[in-house]
């Protein structure tokens, strides 16, 4: 007898009759920082059970176009929730609102998107991060200087909140640091490496860097190394691989901050699973903390706990 029959005949019909399909779209697939999200992501579907996660992301996170053509083709009716890193904000707010409409839950991870169709936002507190950056750089430079700020793609929610939380930061507590120099650097480590040379050579005298995220660090402190100024410029980098520790440890790098993405991850794939349930969880906005990893608390356990995969 099949479990449909069974379940008219005789009223018997489980909670869940199959398992949930829930997808998630990362960013890209360059970055450690997904590997981490990852790990949290298939503790949640262990936990939850009934679960069929699908992993699928464009390979850089620019690539807002694949983005949008990864949705539309797992808006479809047997998935029952989304997970989305919205490359764009804007852009993917209507990709998403079409998935909604046709029932599919949608939750929003790491970088905001525009409009309500989605149930929740798991996101780190960005604005905070940036001004945690602000401070640490500030006292590094005693409150005064010149300071620059490279970005990575427009329309990136979680990384503009950063820089502009950093810039409002030095506005009103440092207001004899100038911001000299911010601009968008790309969204891979290569094109990053490459603005970052650009901008190095257009302010040869800044005293201060901060980089936004894990690729815009990365290329940042590859085009430090090459013209010979790591150690010599205040850098503050955002998230962690072994590169970017390297540098930390030989104090070309004067600070990462650092998020929880296993933790995001974990958070998210919850609310995705609570709301294709009927579940929704609330509050909508479900906020992770950061921390400054700096060479004197870097082996901590507490800190290593989230700085190795």
């Given amino acids: 007898m099949s479990l449909l029959l069974a379940c008219i005949m005789f009223s018997v019909c489980p909670a869940y009759p199959r398992d949930l399909n829930v997808v998630f779209i990362p960013?890209?697939?360059?970055?450690?920082?997904?590997?981490?999200?990852?790990?949290?992501?298939?503790?949640?579907?262990?936990?939850?059970?009934?679960?069929?996660?699908?992993?699928?992301?464009?390979?850089?996170?620019?690539?807002?176009?694949?983005?949008?053509?990864?949705?539309?083709?797992?808006?479809?009716?047997?998935?029952?929730a989304i997970i989305i890193a919205a490359t764009d904000r804007a852009r993917l707010a209507g990709p998403v609102r079409q998935a909604v409409a046709q029932g599919i839950k949608v939750v929003a991870v790491d970088s905001a998107l525009d409009g309500n169709a989605h149930a929740?936002?798991?996101?780190?507190?960005?604005?905070?991060?940036?001004?945690?950056?602000?401070?640490?750089?500030?006292?590094?430079?005693?409150?005064?200087?010149?300071?620059?700020?490279?970005?990575?793609?427009?329309?990136?929610g979680s990384t503009d909140d950063r820089a502009n939380g950093f810039i409002d930061y030095l506005k009103k507590h440092a207001p004899q640091l100038t911001v000299v120099a911010d601009e968008y650097g790309g969204g891979t480590r290569g094109k990053a490496h490459r603005s970052a040379e650009l901008l190095l050579r257009k302010y040869p005298d800044v005293d201060g860097i901060f980089a936004v995220n894990e690729s815009s660090a990365d290329g940042m402190l590859r085009a430090l190394r090459q013209a010979g100024?790591?150690?010599?410029?205040?850098?503050?980098?955002?998230?962690?691989?072994?590169?970017?520790?390297?540098?930390?440890?030989?104090?070309?790098?004067?600070?990462?901050?650092?998020?929880?993405?296993?933790?995001?991850?974990?958070?998210?794939?919850?609310?995705?699973?609570?709301?294709?349930?009927?579940?929704?969880?609330k509050p909508a906005l479900i906020q992770t903390e950061a921390v400054m990893v700096t060479l004197d608390n870097h082996r901590k356990p507490e800190i290593q706990a989230l700085l190795v995969p």
Avoid at 55 to 68: C, I, K, L, T, Y
Avoid at 229 to 238: I, N, S, T, V
């Fill in 27 to 80: 960013k890209s697939r360059d970055q450690d920082f997904w590997t981490f999200m990852r790990q949290g992501v298939e503790r949640a579907v262990q936990e939850a059970g009934g679960v069929r996660l699908t992993w699928r992301g464009p390979a850089h996170n620019d690539d807002v176009e694949s983005q949008v053509q990864i949705l539309r083709i797992y808006s479809r009716p047997d998935v029952d």
């Fill in 120 to 156: 929740n936002f798991v996101t780190t507190d960005n604005v905070a991060a940036g001004r945690l950056a602000a401070e640490r750089l500030a006292g590094l430079l005693n409150r005064q200087g010149s300071v620059a700020v490279l970005r990575t793609v427009p329309g990136s």
């Fill in 229 to 281: 100024l790591a150690g010599k410029k205040k850098f503050l980098g955002f998230d962690s691989t072994d590169f970017l520790l390297d540098g930390l440890r030989r104090q070309e790098i004067h600070g990462l901050v650092v998020q929880d993405p296993r933790q995001m991850g974990y958070l998210a794939m919850k609310a995705a699973v609570a709301a294709a349930r009927g579940n929704a969880v």
